[in-house]
Nanobody, 125 residues
Framework: QLQLVESGGGLVQPGGSLRLSCKAS????????IGWFRQAPGKEREGVSC????????NYADSVKGRFTISRDNAKKTAYLQMNSLIPEDTAVYYC??????????????????WGQGTQVTVSS
């Protein structure tokens, strides 16, 4: 049974920070690339960041570059998204996802095979 479970979302003021976690079970995480995605109501799912299985390669959407940092701890079977300098446009449900294969096109949702249930992030005064 392969599962990804997100946690760490919540309500934060503009300029604040949150750290999201993605815990894996049922498979060896270091074989898989991990991506973070977000979806606001009425919007398409958007790639935020992704990281290779070893953690050696990372990519970021232009909208979050310089503010968000993706990382992973394969021994803990956990990936993270550190979100700083949050703005209201960051409000969305955030999902983590995983795929095994060539590390390419990793900000495209249809690249991924396994998805978590999502965690709500709301940035508001």
């Amino acid at each position: 049974q392969l599962q990804l479970v997100e946690s760490g979302g919540g309500l934060v003021q503009p300029g604040g920070s949150l750290r999201l976690s993605c815990k894996a079970s049922g498979f060896t995480l270091d074989y898989y690339a991990i991506g973070w995605f977000r979806q606001a109501p009425g919007k398409e799912r958007e790639g935020v960041s992704c990281i290779s299985g070893s953690g050696g390669i990372t990519n970021y959407a232009d909208s979050v570059k310089g503010r968000f940092t993706i990382s992973r701890d394969n021994a803990k079977k956990t990936a993270y998204l550190q979100m700083n300098s949050l703005i209201p446009e960051d409000t969305a449900v955030y999902y983590c996802a995983a795929f095994r294969g060539l590390f390419s096109r990793c900000l495209l949702p249809n690249r991924y095979d396994y998805w978590g249930q999502g965690t709500q992030v709301t940035v508001s005064s």
